[in-house]
Every structure is written in C-alpha cells, then in structure tokens.
C-alpha cells in the first residue's frame, strides 16, 4: 500500500480552500527541505538547496486543489444547493457521498427520485442544478447550523489498490499524484542546483496559483508534474486518441495553453531513453496545465510536463497506474539531475 498516495487523495482541498491539504503537505516536507513560506496565495514554496555546482534555480509545480462542489444556498426543507468548482460531468455526482465545510459534515447528493419521473426523463442526464446535497437536516435552520453558503464539499472515496497492488482507485489524483512525485523528490538527495517546490493552488478554476508563484520566485526553468485525462476506454476499433495506464509517463508537447519547451521536452525524452524508463507522448490538442501560467510568468519561463494518465479525470473516482507513477518520479529525478545551463542555452 502506498501509504503516502492514500493521505493525500484523502485528504480535502476544493480550489480555494486548500488549507487542509497544505498542511498535510507541509509536515511532510518539512524535514526535508531547507525553507518555506507561504504566499499571499496560500501557494506552500520549499526550497531545496543544491550542492552548488549549477547557479540555476529549478521550479518544480504540483498543483494540490482539486475539483469539488461549494453550497450556493439552503432549501427551506434543509437540502443544499451547490455549483461545481472545476469542470464536472453531471452523470458522475448522483448518489456520490460528500464530506462539507470545516467539520465534514456527510452528506449524500440526490435528486427527485426515480419513480417519480415523468415520461422522457428516464433518458436524460439530470443537471447538476436539479441536484441537492442532503445532510439530513430536518430544516433551513437546522442545516443552516451545521454548514454555510460557500461551505466546499469534497467527495468521500477511499484510496485502494487493485490488480496485484499495481493499480490504485481514489479521489483527486489529479493532482495528489503530482503532488506525491514532488515530496519524494524532496526526499531524495540534493541537486546540482536549488529546487523550489511549488505546491500551487486554484489550478482547477484557471492556473491562478501557478502564475502568482512562478512570478515570485522567478526561476530559471521549470518543470509540471500532473495527472493526465486517459482516453483507452474501448471505442470504436478499440483505438485510444491519447494517453493509456500502463503505458508509461506522458510528456506533453503542446496543449490549448501552450507550447512546451522543445529543449526541455527533448531533454526529458533523452533523460527517460538512457534509463529505459517508458513514456508516451500526449497528443497534441485541447487541456492545460500549470506550465500555461508558469512560462507566461514575468519574462518568460522555460517550461515542460511530465503527467500520470488518469481514468475517469474530474470524477469523484480515479484510476492511475502505480508502475506510470513511480516512472514519473523517476524521469523526473534523471532528468533534473543532468540539467545543465547548456540546455537553458539559446544559440
């Protein structure tokens, strides 16, 4: 069991509300890194001091919000409204389990019932503002005692592993994953240079922390660590468009948000190909990351992506590879350990 996967998927942290899970962070690290602070923000910055043979200052980001629910009002019957943070598919939250506000409050999202429908509803996908969180309240007063409007809610999904321990289900992998690779990085020895670990927060509502942590610091380069959508559910001739589990990391090239450093996705590739480490190439297209924000910060960042596909992204339910993951720590920690300024270097 990969016991530090399972506190950090467990553990709660809607954008905009990430103490929790910065805490959680914060202890873990602590022991392992030279300094930190957080910022205006409430972006948790480390760093690792380098043994001094490069004069680089390395960014590594792992965004640690995740996408969740916030209460928008209270029913006069006690029942809870709620708008999504971060992009939702509404057919994933009937009957989901929620923890809201402060004191994890449990509660259960339900909708008018099924015997209930009229003829032609039965097909349609219900809206998630036809959606009611129910606590069990009694009334508005009573639910008002317990949770508050722009109380967050995190879903309730334990972290376990499948298929030989290879395999693991939990919640927010996107981007406790990341998260995750960044600590054990930390825990590792020191690097040719200093390292600041950047625990970002507000990815999910658009990149906010990144920007603000990047412009801070100004680094000399930077490197994403993050979850990826995997897209290798059957379809038709059983052809995936992106990423799959089990297949290795996935190094972005160009996404809706930027075009990744051909130096430094070079470099990665190069870094993986010398340890056989296996990787795939996400496919071009729609999506972002934090790299978005980062290589748009001040004058300019050199910026890549290293990502573990996810099943089932933005869901109260994830599904990644283990052997992806541990891949990921590993390209990552070769591929910093052998950069140089000569690959920073514009002819």
Not at 48 to 62: E, H, I, M, N, P
Not at 286 to 299: D, E, H, M, S, V
């Amino acid at each position: 069991m990969n016991d530090l996967l399972k506190q950090l998927t467990e553990a709660v942290g809607v954008s905009g509300d990430e103490n929790d899970i910065r805490l959680l962070i914060r202890d873990l690290i602590v022991d392992h890194v030279d300094e930190w602070s957080v910022d205006t923000m409430g972006n948790l910055l480390a760093t690792k001091r380098g043994t001094g043979q490069y004069d680089l200052r390395v960014f590594v980001d792992a965004h640690m919000d995740e996408v969740g629910l916030i209460i928008t009002d209270i029913d006069s019957n006690g029942m809870l409204k709620f708008t999504t943070v971060g992009g939702f598919d509404d057919r994933t939250l009937l009957g989901k389990v929620v923890q809201v506000g402060p004191n994890r409050v449990t509660g259960v999202i339900g909708a008018r019932a099924v015997h209930l429908l009229k003829s032609g509803e039965m097909s349609k996908v219900v809206r998630g503002d036809a959606m009611r969180i129910d606590i069990g309240a009694k009334s508005k007063e009573s639910a008002g005692n317990q949770v508050s409007i722009g109380d967050r809610a995190a879903f309730v999904t334990e972290y376990e592993e499948l298929e030989g321990g290879r395999v693991a289900i939990g919640k927010a992998f996107d981007n406790r994953a990341g998260c995750a690779a960044l600590i054990e990085l930390l825990r590792g020895d020191r690097y040719p240079f200093d390292l600041v670990a950047a625990f970002t927060v507000q990815e999910e509502v658009g990149l906010r922390g990144a920007k603000v942590a990047a412009a801070g610091t100004r680094p000399d380069v930077a490197l994403v660590l993050e979850c990826t959508p995997a897209y290798d559910q059957p379809k038709e001739n059983d052809v995936s468009p992106n990423v799959a589990l089990g297949k290795g990391v996935s190094v972005y090239v160009m996404d809706a948000r930027t075009i990744q450093d051909p130096r430094l996705v070079a470099h990665l590739m190069a870094s993986a190909d010398a340890h056989d480490i296996p990787y795939q190439v996400r496919q071009p297209g729609g999506g972002g990351t934090n790299t978005g924000a980062i290589q748009r910060a001040g004058i300019g960042i050199p910026a890549a992506t290293l990502a573990v596909p996810g099943r089932y992204a933005h869901m109260p339910s994830m599904m990644i590879s283990l052997d992806d993951y541990e891949n990921m720590i590993r390209m990552a920690d070769v591929a910093l350990r052998n950069l140089t300024p000569d690959i920073l270097r514009r002819e």
